[in-house]
């Protein structure tokens, strides 16, 4: 069984940085897809962005791009989501995601997901 354990939220100030670490236990790691998603109250869980297994590809939603970097050590069981110049709108509850897919094309195709981690940036 697959378990997912994040870490390394907080509350920052706006502009400030974060470095969330989800680490992988059991499974297969370096043959998964891993993405983070977040919620923030009230709110669907987003798509935040995701890494190929082989760490070439990466990918981003719209609203974090230039500012958030997904990497992942996969002899470390460990995808990192490094956050940079983190805005209010950025406070959620950051969850990781693991699929077997080479692609998923949406949240249902993740197999395990981790507990979240709490980010709050206050202005």
């Known amino acids: 069984q697959v378990q997912l354990v994040e870490s390394g939220g907080g509350l920052v100030q706006a502009g400030g940085s974060l470095r969330l670490s989800c680490a992988a236990s059991?499974?297969?790691?370096?043959?998964?897809?891993m993405a983070w998603y977040r919620q923030a109250p009230g709110k669907k869980r987003e798509f935040v962005g995701a890494i190929s297994w082989n760490n070439i590809n990466t990918y981003y939603a719209d609203s974090v791009k230039g500012r958030f970097t997904i990497s992942r050590v996969n002899a470390k069981n460990t995808v990192f989501l490094q956050m940079n110049t983190l805005k209010p709108d950025d406070t959620a509850v950051y969850y990781c995601a693991a699929s077997r897919s080479t692609f998923p094309a949406s949240s249902s195709e993740y197999f395990t997901w981790g507990q979240g981690t709490q980010v709050t940036v206050s202005s």
């Open positions: 059991g499974g297969t790691f370096d043959t998964y897809f």
